[in-house]
Each structure stands twice: as structure tokens, then as C-alpha cells.
């Protein structure tokens, strides 16, 4: 289930050097535009608290998080959805992901050039959301020209199709992306082939300094990007991404007592990670034994069946039933023979919706 996540941002906001935190490498983080030229792609495990409560209690030979990819793409500039700065590139980069981490520069620092000249949170968002806007639009204008006569002949499909560009279309020219439209689910399974670039959901990054990052609500810049992201119903997490690469080259007992020190609870790229991991429907369900525990992502709404094949396909081919238990259940009992003296474990079949937590043991027959 590979999903990735793509960040984005004006140059020199902070995106490589996020990235270099991702994947604990050295991507090149130059002071100037364009320094990344092609797409990065770094997989990351998902923190997770409940994993480390299981190897606390199994000391499992084998430990394994689920992960999440993220895909670094190089800084989008004024004119990209025209093809200005390598904007045809970076815009079909942006178009093979799932969702959008767009990082903002929420700091000053005279030895770090602007590519405005100035830092305007605000201002920087609009930029890029507009130039996304604009490739829809072009998408959305070149569909239009395809099926219009067809439309015209009363054809339902094609007249249903329509009435969705329409819209589409006029959000856009509005500078409002696709995915503030509101559309039921007949007419999202309509656009889902076009590859819109504002249709996909976004994080909203605030990349300040290390000496703000502590507190952020007394950034101002912060608080602007937070009211925006608010206004259209998006995240918002604030972040050093300086701090952050100096804290993926520690281990987890360093890198709590730097937190700690730093007054902070969980660090920005965790946020991000997890933030992103949600955002996409993403949920996880945990096999757990002396000999491994592991960590196994499904979307929400599959059923047990689908998630048993997601171990391996004959375990879907020959599903009997799953045996399950709830995380809050297992720290509770804290073991299989006190969950089955308080009917704790329940057998589910092939319709049992699988939730977030669940820790499971399938029976199949092949």
C-alpha cells in the first residue's frame, strides 16, 4: 500500500532540509532555487506509541513499524502551470502523489534568500495554490472541449460530467481548489481519473526557527498560516526543520532528552508523519508474538478478509475468521489468557470492519 505524500513549497523554504530529516540523508539543501531538480522519495516507519508498549511486554526477536513514503519535489515558482522554472516537471511530480505537505517559511534570516524578496506566509501559499489552480483549470478547460458536443446530444453521462466541470471550472477561475468543491461521491468518482492537483488533501507546514519553535503560537507568521489552513479545514504543524535533521542523526533516548530540552513533546517530523498517514485514511492493525511484532497498514472501511491479504494473499483466499482484541484491551489484561477469561477476544467473520488499534490473529484454510 504504497501512498506517498509530496512536499512542496516555494525555494528555500525549508523543503530539503525537512527531507534530509526524512530519510536521514543528505539530500542537497543549497541556497538557491531549484537546488533539487528531480523528485526524492524517502519511505519513513510510522511512530508509533502502542508498538513500543508490545515490545516492552514481548521483547520480540523482530520488531516492524508500517511506513509512509514521502516524495521531496523541487520549489514551485510564479509561472510554473505555464512551464516557467521547470513547472511542467515539478507539477507532474506533484500529480503522482496522494496528498500535499506544503511547507511555508515562518522565519527571517537575512543570510537566506527569499524568492519574493520578503516573508509573506500567506502570500506564499496563495502563490503555489493558485499556480495549481491554474494546471486544473487547463485540465479541466481541455475536458470540457472534449465532451461538450456530447453533452449536447442529452447524453446522461456526458451531461452529468459536464455539470461537475462546470463547477469545477468556476471554483478554479475563483483561485478555489477542487478539493473546497463540494461533491457527493458520484461525482468524486467522476473527476478521480483527471489527476487534479487541488484535489488532493494537504498539510500545511510552518517551517520557523529554533528559537520560536518552542512556543509558536507567538509567531505571527504562525498564526497566519494556522488561520488559513483552519479556513479551509486543513492541518496545520509547526516545525524547525533545522532542529529536525539534527535530531534524525539520534537515537530515541537522545532524541527524547533533546525535546525534553527543548520543551517539546513530540517532535514536528513525527506530527508530519502521522498527520500524513491519516489524512490519506490510513489506519493500522498489529500481529504480535515473541517472535515479531508488526505494524500493518489498511485503509479504513476494508473488512477482515481484505486485511488478512494484505499479510499474504492466501490468508484473504482461504479466510475462516479473525480473532481479535483491542489495544486498550491488551494494556489492561496484558495477556491472551486474561482476555479470553474476561471475554475479551471476540471471533469476527467476513464482514467485521477492521478499526485502528485492533490486534488480530487469522484463521484461513487454503
Not at 487534479?196 to 494537504?202: D, G, H, Y
Not at 500524513?276 to 508488526?294: I, K, N, Q, S
Request: proline share 3%; hydrophobic share 40%; charged share 30%.
Amino acid at each position: 500500500m504504497a501512498l506517498t505524500a509530496g512536499i512542496v513549497g516555494l525555494p528555500n523554504v525549508g523543503k530539503s532540509t525537512l527531507f534530509n530529516a526524512i530519510t536521514n540523508s543528505q539530500v542537497l539543501a543549497e541556497n538557491y532555487p531549484f537546488a533539487t531538480i528531480s523528485p526524492n522519495v524517502g519511505v519513513v516507519e510510522v511512530p508509533d506509541e502502542r508498538m513500543e508498549e508490545f515490545v516492552k511486554f514481548y521483547n520480540p526477536k523482530k520488531t516492524i513499524y508500517t511506513t509512509f513514503e514521502f516524495t521531496d519535489i523541487a520549489g514551485l515558482v510564479k509561472g510554473a502551470s505555464k512551464g516557467e522554472g521547470l513547472g511542467n516537471q515539478f507539477l507532474a511530480n506533484i500529480r503522482e502523489t496522494d496528498a500535499i505537505v506544503h511547507v511555508v517559511r515562518c522565519f527571517d534570516d537575512d543570510n537566506i534568500e527569499h524568492v519574493e524578496g520578503s516573508v509573506d506566509p500567506v502570500r506564499d501559499i496563495e502563490e503555489i495554490n493558485l499556480e495549481l489552480c491554474l494546471a486544473d483549470l487547463d485540465s479541466i478547460v481541455s475536458r470540457i472541449g472534449r465532451i461538450a458536443k456530447k453533452a449536447q446530444t442529452k447524453d446522461k453521462d456526458a451531461m452529468r460530467e459536464m455539470d461537475v466541470l462546470s463547477r469545477l471550472k468556476d471554483a478554479l477561475e475563483a483561485g478555489r481548489p477542487v478539493r473546497l468543491v463540494e461533491l457527493n461521491k458520484d461525482e468524486k468518482a467522476i473527476i478521480r481519473g483527471y489527476g487534479l492537483l487541488t484535489a488532493k488533501p494537504v498539510i500545511y507546514v510552518a517551517n520557523m526557527s529554533d528559537e520560536e519553535i518552542a512556543d509558536p503560537e507567538n509567531n505571527s507568521y504562525f498564526q497566519k498560516v494556522r488561520d488559513f489552513a483552519a479556513g479551509e479545514g486543513s492541518e496545520c504543524i509547526a516545525i524547525c526543520a533545522k532542529i529536525e535533521e539534527e535530531l534524525s542523526g539520534l537515537d530515541k533516548e537522545e532524541k527524547k532528552a533533546f525535546l525534553e530540552d527543548l520543551g517539546i513533546r513530540q517532535s514536528g517530523l513525527d506530527q508530519i508523519i502521522q498527520a500524513a498517514y491519516h489524512l490519506l485514511g490510513l489506519r493500522t492493525f498489529f500481529t504480535v508474538g515473541e517472535p515479531e511484532c508488526r505494524a500493518w497498514t489498511f485503509r479504513e472501511g476494508m473488512k477482515a478478509p481484505q486485511c488478512a491479504g494484505i499479510i499474504h494473499t492466501d490468508f484473504e483466499k482461504g479466510f475462516i475468521r479473525a480473532e481479535i482484541y483491542s489495544y486498550e484491551d491488551f494494556m489492561e489484561y496484558h495477556s491472551e489468557a486474561a482476555l479470553k477469561e474476561h471475554g475479551r477476544i471476540r471471533l469476527e467473520g467476513k464482514e467485521y470492519l477492521m478499526k485502528d488499534g485492533d490486534i488480530v490473529f487469522f484463521r484461513f484454510n487454503v
